[in-house]
């Protein structure tokens, strides 16, 4: 099959696409990356087999008809859903910050019966809220704009949606949305501290942890793999996270990765690892003066299901569980992670 413009792969792609073909997501996500090239009628082969070209229209959209607000402490999201007579149905899932910025994308199907699970949990942290869809398209459109006025880092979910999510908010906002740009920009991982400030932190943490634990625990060899997966939680040095989930690790103070090295070190191996469970350590260790407030528990249970996420990819817990072996490793890898960079390398290991 030969389409002879980028158009034509364009209009082609969101016909497949509102009709939930999965070709049509894989050349729209291959179009966003990509980018347009201004180049018309240009010859563009795909490769494959893919279904025939649409007899209808190709700008025959599904209609959206039904939206809700979904809300934390800390989060706010509003999806809005697509379909048809036929039964055919999507969703867009838009994350908005406190302040009114879209920070994310997110394409599904059948929203009505994640919705409907999130109301049946009824445990007092998400609320749901049905609204209007013209309502839920202004707050939608107005947050996309207050995101396209500014290029910095975004989601990769953004970046590879918001073609398709424009096209279909079109009739439901009265224009064609601006793209979102994205820029990479470096982490501080220093958390705005000076390298001396780091350090002089990383020591006192240090200082804590053998007082509590003894030189022994500290000093005892630790598997390198296991250690990598500790220091990359603590440091924030996480390949492939997205900005917010980086944000989130980086809320965590050496305070709080004490009180959970500290606590894991007490307790009996095999031990289920939940969020729940670390910020109870955090919160009742005895050697840690603060303490995670009740304003920003669910939010610090968040970020750390990342960490866990992180943790389980290293091989440092298992299935959400930390074994012998592994409990082992959590006091002289976290010893390691706040070593002095010119030690660093020597108490870790190599991973590799």
């Known amino acids: 099959?030969?389409?002879?413009?980028?158009?034509?792969?364009?209009?082609?792609?969101?016909?497949?696409?509102?009709?939930?073909?999965?070709?049509?997501?894989?050349?729209?996500?291959?179009?966003?990356?990509?980018?347009?090239?201004?180049?018309?009628?240009?010859?563009?082969?795909?490769?494959?087999?893919?279904?025939?070209?649409?007899?209808?229209?190709?700008?025959?959209?599904?209609?959206?008809?039904?939206?809700?607000?979904?809300?934390?402490?800390?989060?706010?999201?509003?999806?809005?859903?697509?379909?048809?007579?036929?039964?055919?149905?999507?969703?867009?899932?838009?994350?908005?910050?406190?302040?009114?910025?879209?920070?994310?994308?997110?394409?599904?199907?059948?929203?009505?019966?994640?919705?409907?699970?999130?109301?049946?949990?009824?445990?007092?942290?998400?609320?749901?809220?049905?609204?209007?869809?013209?309502?839920?398209?202004?707050?939608?459109?107005?947050?996309?704009?207050?995101?396209?006025?500014?290029?910095?880092?975004?989601?990769?979910?953004?970046?590879?949606?918001?073609?398709f999510a424009a096209t279909q908010l079109e009739p439901l906002v009265g224009e064609r949305l601006a793209e979102i740009g994205h820029r990479d920009e470096p982490v501080d991982l220093l958390r705005g501290m000076s390298a001396t400030e780091f350090d002089q932190a990383n020591a006192a943490a240090r200082s804590t942890l053998r007082a509590a634990v003894g030189q022994a625990a500290v000093e005892q060899e630790a598997d390198p793999s296991l250690a990598a997966g500790w220091r990359a939680v603590v440091s924030c040095d996480v390949a492939g996270l997205e900005p917010h989930e980086r944000d989130g690790l980086l809320f965590l103070e050496w305070a709080d990765w004490l009180g959970i090295a500290i606590g894991l070190s007490r307790l009996q191996a095999p031990i289920e690892i939940t969020p729940t469970l670390l910020v109870d350590l955090i919160n009742r260790c005895p050697e840690v003066s603060s303490s995670i407030a009740s304003g920003d528990r669910e939010y610090v249970e968040w970020a750390l299901s990342i960490a866990i996420e992180v943790l389980e990819g290293h091989g440092a817990l298992s299935n959400a569980t930390l074994n012998q072996s592994q409990q082992s490793a959590v006091v002289p890898a976290m010893w390691g992670a706040w070593a002095p960079v010119s030690e660093a390398d020597e108490v870790l290991g190599d991973p590799d």
């Open 1 to 163: 099959m030969v389409l002879t413009s980028r158009d034509e792969v364009v209009d082609f792609a969101r016909w497949l696409a509102a009709r939930n073909e999965p070709d049509g997501s894989l050349i729209l996500r291959a179009l966003e990356c990509v980018g347009p090239t201004g180049q018309r009628n240009e010859v563009i082969e795909l490769s494959g087999p893919l279904p025939p070209a649409p007899e209808e229209p190709v700008d025959e959209l599904l209609v959206p008809h039904a939206a809700w607000r979904v809300s934390s402490r800390w989060s706010q999201s509003v999806v809005i859903s697509w379909g048809d007579e036929e039964g055919e149905n999507f969703s867009i899932l838009v994350e908005i910050s406190e302040d009114g910025v879209l920070e994310d994308l997110l394409l599904g199907e059948f929203a009505e019966q994640m919705i409907a699970g999130l109301k049946d949990a009824d445990d007092g942290r998400v609320r749901v809220e049905t609204w209007d869809v013209a309502h839920a398209g202004d707050v939608v459109g107005q947050a996309w704009r207050a995101a396209a006025a500014e290029t910095r880092p975004r989601s990769s979910g953004l970046r590879a949606n918001q073609w």
